[in-house]
């Protein structure tokens, strides 16, 4: 069994999310009394979204690639960073290790591929949905995106900073979450392209596919290290 690198705390609420879901199906995996290896770095969040809406991505970065530094030297085999939105540094933190990382968006796309979904809507944060570090590595699968128009982005960023990463789950909020992606069209699937999201709706609230990032990074997570 590897050793799973787990980077952290982006923010703690989804982490523990991660450590409860790979924990959960390792056992599945395998039986008995096993459970997954893993070490965990968990940064501040407070520091590093300050740097994101600061647009101090370099700063960020480097926050980052220590932590990556120190996850390799504790002895993990390979690096999951327990977050969409910052695979958008990942070029500039993977050349400070030299163990791979698992790329959230690539775990999704399998995962999308697999049901032959052609056409799917994506929530995150604005950074997640305006930009394409993470909508092109669907885009080179094939899988088109679509996006909430301003409006709904400017909601969804805010529920997620000043609700969900504070662990508040409103049940307005999912009710508003769930009419942002009923009003899409053509639509078959739904990422929830951000690791708090899944706090809020799930499958039971949609009728279309829900694919939750945060499930499917940790469930690949452990099937690499198996």
């Known amino acids: 069994m590897k050793t799973i690198g787990l980077l952290g705390g982006m923010s703690w609420e989804s982490s523990a999310n991660y450590y409860k879901i790979i924990n959960e199906y390792t056992r599945k995996s395998l039986g008995s009394q096993n459970n997954a290896k893993s070490i965990m770095f968990t940064v501040n969040f407070e520091e590093i979204e300050r740097l994101q809406h600061a647009d101090r991505w370099d700063e960020a970065a480097d926050i980052l690639a220590e932590a990556c530094i120190s996850l390799e030297k504790a002895g993990a085999d390979f690096i999951v960073i327990c977050t969409n939105m910052m695979h958008k540094l990942l070029p500039k933190i993977a050349p400070h290790v030299e163990i791979p990382f698992l ?11 697999k049901d032959s979904v052609k056409k799917v809507l994506l929530l995150g944060t604005k950074f997640t ?53 009923n009003k899409a069209q053509g639509v078959e699937g739904v990422i929830l392209g951000c690791t708090e999201i899944g706090m809020l709706i799930n499958q039971d609230d949609l009728d279309i596919k829900v694919y939750d990032t945060t499930i499917m990074h940790a469930k690949e997570a452990v099937r690499k290290a198996l």
Do not use: W
């Open 103 to 113: 790329h959230i968006a690539e775990a999704t796309a399998n995962e999308i591929k």
């Open 129 to 181: 949905m305006q930009e394409d570090f993470y909508k092109q590595k669907l885009i080179d699968r094939d899988i088109e995106v679509a996006i909430p128009n301003v409006e709904d982005m400017e909601i969804i960023h805010d529920v997620i900073y000043n609700q969900l990463c504070l662990g508040m789950v409103s049940d307005t909020s999912k009710e508003t979450f769930i009419k942002i992606v």
